[in-house]
């Protein structure tokens, strides 16, 4: 790596670091879901029934660390913090190894 | 942006799937082609930057929340192309790995963040950008080309969402995603063009000006038309 590409791993840890930001501005700010991304549940409350195929929906996958956490609606902001940045450290390195072992292949084959 | 399970129909996100498979198969193509040894190291960083980058979700006091890709600004430093693959491989771990985004919705978030943002963003910096551009017109072109690139994102995410009572319904109720297009495109458009769109445009501008000062040979959209 060349000592700018270094520099830019050093910007990305320092994201992953930051990321928290990302969830406490919007509670801070009570800004609720994102459009069309809300939970069977508050669909019920904000429509008054739960469309069928929807409600189907939400069990089609257990992912292994739900929404970058997992320590659950009650955890403390400061564990909720610290979820966070795990997450966003295991989800870039994930990321970043994944690609880096995708284009190792695709070299691999050009030869 | 990042559809969940059960807000599309079959008959939506299987087309969908198709449509992203057959670009992701021609991006890897394109990325094949393409390979350098001093850019791998940029491959890897892209996917990780892209997954970080929407952790940073951004609110609208007592509304709602969202935030940038960064697709735009991979498609200008590496190509619409290796954008397609780098913006993919983040989704698909958000979907499978934190529940960001729905299994079933892989194709249709992919085709909105990955495709369709990408190559409208490279597109409308090209067109912008012109020839023999100063720094001003780089830097606006920069700019739109976040800012119109996710919009545009948001604008087919909308359109996937708001045609389910179309064509998905029983007995009058909806069965996936229950708002029409007429409450589904202004509301992700519209959230996109006040906020969200501007903040992509910014951090578009600023690393694409970081990246000129620092590895100005490593720029896409700038340099493809010299190789």
């Known amino acids: 790596m060349s000592a700018f590409q270094k520099k830019l791993a050093c910007v990305l840890l320092a994201l992953a670091v930051l990321a928290p930001l990302g969830i406490y ?34 069990g089609v996958w257990k992912a292994p660390v739900p929404d970058y956490s997992l320590g659950g609606e009650d955890d403390t902001p400061a564990r909720q913090a610290l979820w966070y940045i795990a997450s966003a450290l295991i989800g870039a390195a994930l990321c970043a190894g994944v690609f880096y072992g995708v284009s190792r292949l695709l070299a ?4 | 942006m990042h559809i969940p399970d059960g807000y599309l129909s079959p008959q939506t996100y299987l087309p969908l799937f198709v449509a992203f498979a057959g670009f992701m198969a021609a991006a890897l193509r394109k990325v094949k082609e393409g390979l350098q040894a001093k850019n791998v190291p940029y491959l890897g960083m ?60 892989i194709g249709a978030n992919c085709f909105n963040m990955a495709v369709v943002m990408p190559f409208t963003a490279a597109w409308i910096f090209a067109l912008v950008k012109g020839r023999a ?21 948001a604008l087919a995410a909308a359109v ?17 995603a229950p708002y029409g297009l007429e409450i589904a495109i202004p509301a992700m458009v519209g959230e996109h063009l006040v906020i969200f769109s501007i903040v992509e445009g910014v951090l578009t501008m600023l ?19 010299g190789r």
Request: charge should be positive; include cysteine; proline fraction near 6%.
């Open chain 2, 133 to 153: 551009p100063g720094p001003r017109r780089i830097s606006l072109a920069a700019f739109l080309s976040g800012y119109l690139g996710l919009t545009a994102a």
């Open chain 1, 108 to 111: 691999g084959k050009k030869r």
């Open chain 1, 25 to 58: 501005l919007p509670a801070k700010f009570n800004a609720g879901d994102a459009w069309g991304e809300w939970s069977a549940k508050k669909i019920g409350e904000m429509l008054g029934f739960v469309p069928a195929g929807l409600a189907k929906g939400e």
């Open chain 2, 46 to 105: 892209a996917a990780a930057f892209c997954f970080l980058i929407q952790m940073f979700n951004i609110p609208i006091p007592g509304g709602t929340t969202g935030h940038a890709v960064g697709a735009a600004i991979i498609a200008l430093i590496l190509g619409p192309w290796t954008a397609v693959a780098a913006v993919s491989v983040a989704l698909i771990i958000q979907a499978f790995v934190f529940g960001d985004g729905g299994i079933t919705a």
């Open chain 2, 160 to 176: 996937e969402f708001g045609i389910q009572p179309l064509i998905a319904s029983e007995g009058g109720r909806p069965l996936y």
């Open chain 2, 207 to 225: 690393v694409l000006r970081y990246f000129l000062k620092n590895d100005p040979g490593a720029v896409y959209a700038l340099y493809e038309e």
